[in-house]
């Protein structure tokens, strides 16, 4: 789903293809999957409308609607009804017509045989045309029934292109027109939200479990900056003193178990803070504060780097242990450390990283502790912390590097598997990897957009 803002005119649009909508109350329908939050005023005078987009869904008909597809459907019984009733009286009116001319010709031959036919006969056929003679109002009415049904198919004529007319302008469309409407509509949010990469978490979906495999405690990842075509995943098993790096060619691979390759790390690894980025694994060598960076096809160590004051060998790690003192991640805007000080007295440190020298650019002191700390992970430029690695875990707090502030935070988490030892945002799949007791898990994420309108700055 699409957490969106929409200018007033993409809001128009939405209400003009579902007429249900409100601008100001709260509208959800799970059975037809549009929720429109309320609107607001931003500090700078724009209208905010936040849309929530599902990957696929149409809006339903009310009732007027219903109303004119049973009217149109009389409309239709009508019609047909009377194209039969026309096919019969047509019918029937050849037949009258033919019987008039009959009774012109008799008429005829009786006033020139008028004085040659015997009494008798003359008296036969007087009576017969007596006994014809009603057909002569039949065939009258015949007539009118015939201007009568054709003024009526005009007026059902008339009527079905008035109703055509209001379904039109109410939007009432057929199934597949109004599908098609609605999925090009989505098609242009998704590849605004796309456009836009940034937002702000209001949301953690449901765990999606990937696999079970390995320890209690590891890691496993795909490459945040590789291509999507490159669907490759990395696993590391265990928390301290491992050296190898299982490299599977899909994640359909990775599943199975199989088509993977194997690397041998020259130094060990601490904890379970790892992260692959640009091809290159991170990672934080084994009782120390330094930072390695090792590259995967030329199977060596391009640089590693000290961490200035950064602890170490479980002396900052997060509340679950597990020598996670040191924590790299990677967002939109690139690398990252999460750490502690002894200057800082336990807290979190956000350190923005160059990822040719590891070198660091940046250092943010969030004031939170990080012992009680669950986890963290980074999106857009925003530090999110978990206030534990266990059941009952929630996205707590949040700090923002681009104004140096925080807030704290209730967005639910479910730990499904009760023991998270590693946690980690991936941008190009806009997914958070964790490593939940041994279970390989995947989350989605609801970012929330501003889209701005045309002309703003």
């Given at each position: ?6 200018p007033?005119?993409s809001?128009l ?26 609107s ?23 009732g007027?609607?219903r109303?004119?597809?049973q009217?149109m459907?009389?409309v239709?019984?009508v ?15 050849q037949?009258?017509r ?7 010709s ?13 009494t ?17 109002s039949v ?7 015939t201007?009568?049904?054709m ?11 008035s ?5 039109e302008?109410m939007?009432a469309?057929g199934?597949?027109d ?12 998704h590849a605004?939200a ?17 696999r ?7 890691s ?8 999507s075509t490159?669907?490759?995943?990395w696993y590391?098993d ?8 299982l490299e ?18 020259p ?8 992260v ?7 990672y ?7 930072v ?8 060596s ?17 997060y ?5 996670s ?9 690139g ?15 956000v ?25 963290a ?14 059941a ?6 949040a700090?923002f590097t681009n104004t ?12 499904q598997?009760?023991?998270?030892s ?7 799949e806009?997914?958070?990897?964790t ?23």
């Amino acid at each position: 789903m699409w957490p969106l803002t929409v200018p007033p005119l993409s809001l128009l649009l939405l209400l003009l293809l579902c007429p249900g909508l409100s601008g100001q109350t709260l509208f959800q329908s799970p059975e037809e999957g549009w929720q429109l939050y309320t609107s607001a005023q931003a500090p700078d005078g724009k209208c905010i409308c936040t849309a929530v987009i599902p990957a696929q869904s149409t809006c339903a008909r009310d009732g007027r609607s219903r109303e004119l597809r049973q009217l149109m459907e009389k409309v239709q019984n009508v019609s047909q009804s009377m194209e039969v009733l026309e096919l019969r009286t047509y019918r029937d009116l050849q037949y009258v017509r033919s019987m008039e001319t009959l009774m012109r010709s008799l008429d005829a031959r009786l006033r020139v045989a008028d004085g040659s036919v015997s009494t008798k006969s003359f008296q036969e056929l007087k009576d017969r045309m007596t006994e014809l003679l009603p057909l002569s109002s039949v065939l009258e009415q015949y007539k009118a029934d015939t201007r009568t049904i054709m003024r009526l198919r005009e007026e059902v004529r008339n009527l079905s292109g008035s109703l055509a007319t209001i379904q039109e302008e109410m939007g009432a469309y057929g199934y597949e027109d109004l599908q098609q409407r609605v999925m090009a509509l989505e098609a242009r949010l998704h590849a605004c939200a796309q456009k836009l990469g940034c937002g702000k978490l209001t949301g953690v979906s449901n765990p999606i479990t990937i696999r079970a495999m390995g320890s209690r405690f590891g890691s496993w990842m795909t490459d945040t900056m590789a291509p999507s075509t490159d669907s490759r995943v990395w696993y590391m098993d265990g928390y301290y003193k491992g050296r190898r790096v299982l490299e599977f060619r899909t994640l359909g691979d990775f599943i199975k178990g199989q088509n993977f390759i194997q690397h041998l790390l020259p130094q060990p690894w601490a904890g379970t803070g790892h992260v692959v980025y640009n091809g290159s694994l991170f990672y934080n060598k084994y009782q120390s504060n330094v930072v390695v960076k090792y590259h995967f096809r030329s199977r060596s160590v391009m640089v590693q780097r000290s961490l200035p004051g950064a602890g170490y060998n479980n002396t900052f790690p997060y509340s679950w242990g597990g020598f996670s003192d040191m924590d790299f991640m990677v967002d939109e805007s690139g690398l990252w450390a999460v750490y502690t000080t002894n200057q800082n007295a336990g807290n979190i440190v956000v350190s923005r990283l160059d990822p040719h020298t590891l070198e660091v650019v940046r250092s943010w002191d969030t004031g939170y502790p990080k012992r009680s700390a669950g986890e963290a992970f980074m999106i857009c430029g925003v530090l999110y912390v978990t206030n534990s690695h266990l059941a009952g875990a929630k996205v707590y707090f949040a700090y923002f590097t681009n104004t140096s502030s925080y807030e704290y935070t209730d967005v639910p988490f479910h730990n499904q598997y009760s023991h998270i030892s590693m946690l980690d945002y991936n941008p190009r799949e806009r997914a958070l990897y964790t490593w939940n007791n041994g279970h390989q898990v995947l989350y989605n994420v609801t970012l929330f957009h501003v889209i701005s309108t045309a002309g703003d700055p």
